[in-house]
């Protein structure tokens, strides 16, 4: 009698799967038949507890912002087999320009398209090319581009498949491609397990999902040239992903950790702890800790300091700034407030006070959140270590570990407890 019990438990299971999945438009699962499917149980309490949201179809097309962080009126396309434009073929070059406020599509200074939107796939699966007009900025992509006009510039679209954005996100985020290549697989499952568990979560308007900025993450293109180090990468990791309890985890990662990684809650405090964001520490001889190139320096002026804190409205007009001093420091040693002193004292927390810093001198003069701050006379000098957050992966401790013959499976285990290695199928 029990096994029979259990057998009808589980019917009713697969049948409530089924039927829950079937509440997909049948064209969705049409275009996209790989979609994840979660152990019964998992996939019922998600539906009791999020009504509202439908399955995740985790392997559907990615849209991203492309130079989303440029203010375009104009973008060169470029591709040997020219474009099918809004259902129409052009040759290629293409210049694409807001004019009388539509767009206009130039082959050869001739206008051959105009329209408010428009949509532009390659007429084969190669590579193709766009352009900023004065040549500054240019990615290599696939998949479908839609330009619109947005606030009086171009919003550059591109819907992309899976494996495309995340094998475009590399360079960008690693600098180069030219290492271990278990630091090449475990970035490629940390870069897919983000974007897995934050689809439909980043905040942009419902035109894409994702920039390609450090917002989210630095896409810099498709790579266009072959590459066999980054190919049998992807190959081998193809599909992988760091979940917990059977969900896709953020796996966030930063350049250096400095010598140890932050708690996501101590970072940024609204976050709900995890167990596999916790601190985690490198090495006794870590490059992290000891790499002079990554120990920095900045110093600057009472005067100049209190213009910035004065933008920030820390500081009142003709405010003197007396004193900085951090007051509160997170497990890893990292600051997480910071006291600035003159007719009044604040408190300010660290993401904010970075931010301030970094932007008022126009670079990233405060690297990481680990420092100390010292006065002498009218002069205060921030030495610290590392660079980014502190949160989840360590890029120099993964390529520490990876000299040292670790795998992918023990980097990401190292950084991400109490995670397992999924695929999507």
């Not at 009472?302 to 497990?331: G, K, T, Y």
């Not at 600051?335 to 927390?349: D, K």
């Amino acid at each position: 009698m029990k096994m029979r019990h259990w057998a009808y438990v589980g019917l009713a299971l697969i049948a409530a799967n089924a039927l829950l999945l079937a509440r997909l438009p049948a064209a969705e699962l049409k275009q996209n038949p790989f979609i994840y499917r979660e152990p019964a149980f998992t996939f019922w309490r998600f539906r009791m507890e999020m009504p509202w949201r439908k399955p995740v179809v985790l392997t559907a097309p990615v849209t991203i912002r492309l130079f989303s962080e440029n203010k375009l009126t104009s973008v060169w396309l470029r591709n040997t087999s020219g474009f099918v434009f809004s259902g129409q073929a052009v040759e290629s070059p293409l210049l694409i320009e807001i004019k009388d406020g539509v767009l206009n599509v130039y082959h050869n200074e001739v206008c051959e398209l105009t329209g408010p939107q428009l949509r532009a796939t390659a007429m084969d699966d190669k590579a193709f090319e766009m352009r900023t007009r004065q040549g500054s900025n240019h990615r290599w992509t696939r998949g479908e581009i839609q330009i619109r006009i947005r606030d009086g510039r171009l919003e550059i679209v591109n819907k992309l498949g899976l494996e495309d954005y995340v094998s475009g996100i590399l360079e960008g985020e690693l600098g180069s491609l030219v290492l271990n290549p278990e630091v090449l697989k475990a970035q490629l499952v940390v870069a897919r397990s983000y974007v897995l568990s934050m689809r439909g979560n980043r905040g942009h308007n419902d035109s894409y999902e994702f920039c390609d900025s450090p917002h989210c993450q630095v896409f810099s293109g498709v790579p266009h040239k072959n590459n066999p180090a980054l190919k049998a990468a992807l190959t081998s990791v193809r599909g992988e992903y760091l979940s917990y309890k059977g969900q896709p985890i953020p796996a966030f990662y930063h350049h250096d950790c400095g010598g140890m990684t932050s708690a996501v809650e101590d970072v940024w405090p609204t976050t709900t702890p995890q167990p596999y964001l916790v601190p985690v520490s490198e090495g006794a001889r870590s490059d992290c800790r000891y790499s002079p190139k990554y120990a920095w320096r900045f110093g600057e002026g009472r005067r100049s300091l209190a213009a910035c804190f004065r933008r920030a409205h820390w500081l009142h007009r003709e405010e003197a700034l007396d004193s900085i001093r951090i007051v509160r420091v997170d497990r890893s040693g990292r600051a997480q407030t910071v006291m600035v002193q003159g007719n009044r004292t604040l408190l300010i927390p660290i993401g904010k006070f970075r931010n301030a810093v970094n932007q008022y001198f126009g670079r990233e003069v405060l690297r990481s959140a680990m420092f100390t701050v010292t006065q002498k006379g009218d002069r205060f000098t921030f030495r610290g270590r590392g660079w980014g957050h502190g949160v989840g992966l360590c890029q120099e401790g993964a390529k520490a570990m990876a000299r040292q013959g670790k795998t992918y499976r023990e980097i990401l285990a190292h950084y991400f407890p109490h995670t397992k290695l999924a695929k999507l199928r």
